[in-house]
């Protein structure tokens, strides 16, 4: 059993930055993939990133295309903590963004085990 607890979020306005954090606990944490998705009303949950763990301390991130250039995965062990470093922020980038723990298929598709409460990110223009 995984427990994921995002903080971070809030308002900004175009042009800044944010960092998310997702707090693991429950299991090893070093051999997770974790991912990034977000949601706005209406919409399906869209994926925004995800770090795969290949081995060692190697570990390999995926971006959406929409993301790729501003977000930055990074992982801090010690503190069982993902982290999702957003600068450039646009008003598009507005949304509910979850944190997910073990995919059940492709990395991309909301299709998880775990997944964190939420947290809104509301990007003004």
């Known amino acids: 059993q995984v427990q994921l607890v995002e903080s971070g979020g809030g308002l900004v306005q175009a042009g800044g930055s944010l960092r998310l954090s997702c707090a693991a606990s429950?299991?090893?944490?070093?051999?997770?993939?974790m991912a990034w998705f977000r949601q706005t009303p209406g919409k399906e949950r869209e994926f925004v990133a995800a770090?795969?763990?290949?081995?060692?301390?190697?570990?390999?991130?995926d971006y959406a295309d929409s993301v790729k250039g501003r977000f930055t995965l990074s992982r801090y062990y010690a503190k069982n903590t993902d982290y999702l470093q957003m600068n450039s922020l646009k008003p598009e980038d507005t949304a509910a963004y979850y944190c997910?723990?073990?995919?059940?298929?492709?990395?991309?598709?909301?299709?998880?085990?775990?997944w964190g409460q939420g947290i809104q990110v509301t990007v003004s223009a």
């Open positions: 429950g299991r090893t944490f070093s051999r997770i993939t």
């Open positions: 997910a723990a073990d995919p059940k298929g492709r990395v991309t598709q909301p299709d998880y085990d775990y």
């Open positions: 770090s795969r763990w290949i081995g060692g301390s190697t570990y390999y991130a």
